[in-house]
């Protein structure tokens, strides 16, 4: 896979080593997240909102009620920045100045575009499910032509795009070595506790295997706790 | 306490039942984010930046370097957006269509100011790190003057603000409850594994009492993995 576009825009300028194009690293990140973080102006002022996206190829995808005035505005070709993040650890430096975060960042800048062909916005839908539980559509009653109706999805180039990686130990100061202070990385994750079965399911039903194995896929590792 | 400001820009339209502006819900989500999301508008184009952020009562405080376009851009009181949020679970319904995730966010649209304050200065990087690790300050070498020249400190006033809380299971249509098809809620938090020390400290360090309490804090409840 090539590179993604670096552009003056996108070009970090800060901790320029923690940088990279590459879509290998970009699109692990965007598909590991669950929530995005979608930036754009309204009357000269910044907005920022949480929603969930999917990746598909070379494309974001952002979906929403019709109604929504996020998605509406990105969906009049207005400049729009999608930022997702991953929180990897806690970095406990020796030196205050050192204490930082490891993490998993992308920046994408572009101008969205509905998806208004039925049979692709049926697909969207189908994957930001599948990515939320993999295995979960077909364990679903599928969206109606109303529901479609009311549902906005747009799509996004990913192509004007930056990753920002911090992994590893504290980077202290080299004379900071030298003193007492315990450093070292406390390591975090989304992690899942047991389903919760919706009080309204007949008694005594089974979870099925969909569940089980996703409530698996968020287990930390080597059975920590 | 009582509630922010709800104005034309923060009152919530979509699903305004999830709205709050209570003080009490939006500092406990401010609090409890380890990350927020900055919104700022550069020549036009908006970009949405991860950063820390701690709040102190009616303010909440950024920090960076002094050389981060994010953060002089901001400090030129342009009006900024900060955005955290909390993902508390994904809620599987019954239709694809009310698929959701449970979740806290809270929106703060504002004007930064700079810090230059010594001590407010150094009080802020006191209570960031204190954010990260209850205690840890105490286990620091503090900032140098030349540390505290090259960090740039914002304070923000929590004034026009509005949080977002999607709890419980799902919503589906009532037709649908008599569908075979699993519902319920699978529970995430963000968890800590065990801490890993600074191959660089020496062999045979204890590990301190604020890191094990730390590492207790994100524990899964009920000793759940």
Redesign the interface.
Request: charged share 20%.
């Given at each position: 896979m090539e590179a993604v576009r670096a552009t003056e825009?996108t070009q970090l300028?800060?901790l320029p080593k923690r940088a990279t194009y590459q879509r290998e690293t970009i699109y692990s990140i965007l598909d590991e997240a669950?929530?995005c973080?979608?930036?754009?102006?309204y009357w000269?002022?910044?907005?920022?909102?949480?929603t969930?996206h999917v990746r598909d190829g070379d494309r974001l995808y952002l979906h929403?009620?019709a109604?929504?005035?996020m998605l509406n505005t990105a969906a009049t070709q207005l400049?729009?920045?999608?930022?997702v993040?991953l929180?990897d650890g806690?970095v406990?430096?020796?030196?205050?100045?050192h204490?930082s975060?490891n993490?998993r960042?992308v920046?994408i800048?572009g101008n969205a575009a509905r998806v208004d062909d039925r049979e692709a916005k049926l697909g969207v839908?189908?994957a930001?499910?599948e990515k939320?539980?993999p295995g979960?559509?077909a364990?679903?009653?599928?969206?109606?032509d109303k529901?479609l109706a009311a549902?906005m999805v747009l799509q996004f180039p990913i192509e004007e795009a930056s990753a920002k990686v911090r992994t590893g130990?504290?980077m202290d100061d080299e004379a900071?070595?030298a003193?007492p202070?315990?450093?070292?990385?406390?390591?975090?994750?989304?992690?899942?506790?047991?389903?919760?079965?919706?009080?309204?399911?007949p008694s005594g039903?089974a979870?099925?295997e969909h569940?089980l194995a996703?409530?698996k896929s968020?287990?930390?590792?080597?059975?920590?706790?």
């Amino acid at each position: 896979m090539e590179a993604v576009r670096a552009t003056e825009r996108t070009q970090l300028r800060r901790l320029p080593k923690r940088a990279t194009y590459q879509r290998e690293t970009i699109y692990s990140i965007l598909d590991e997240a669950l929530v995005c973080h979608v930036g754009f102006a309204y009357w000269d002022q910044p907005y920022v909102i949480p929603t969930l996206h999917v990746r598909d190829g070379d494309r974001l995808y952002l979906h929403g009620s019709a109604a929504s005035r996020m998605l509406n505005t990105a969906a009049t070709q207005l400049p729009v920045c999608v930022t997702v993040t991953l929180i990897d650890g806690l970095v406990l430096a020796r030196s205050a100045f050192h204490h930082s975060v490891n993490y998993r960042s992308v920046v994408i800048l572009g101008n969205a575009a509905r998806v208004d062909d039925r049979e692709a916005k049926l697909g969207v839908l189908r994957a930001l499910v599948e990515k939320i539980a993999p295995g979960r559509w077909a364990h679903t009653r599928t969206p109606t032509d109303k529901e479609l109706a009311a549902t906005m999805v747009l799509q996004f180039p990913i192509e004007e795009a930056s990753a920002k990686v911090r992994t590893g130990q504290p980077m202290d100061d080299e004379a900071d070595y030298a003193l007492p202070h315990w450093a070292g990385v406390i390591p975090l994750r989304l992690a899942a506790s047991a389903p919760i079965v919706d009080p309204r399911m007949p008694s005594g039903t089974a979870t099925p295997e969909h569940v089980l194995a996703l409530t698996k896929s968020f287990a930390l590792p080597n059975g920590q706790r």
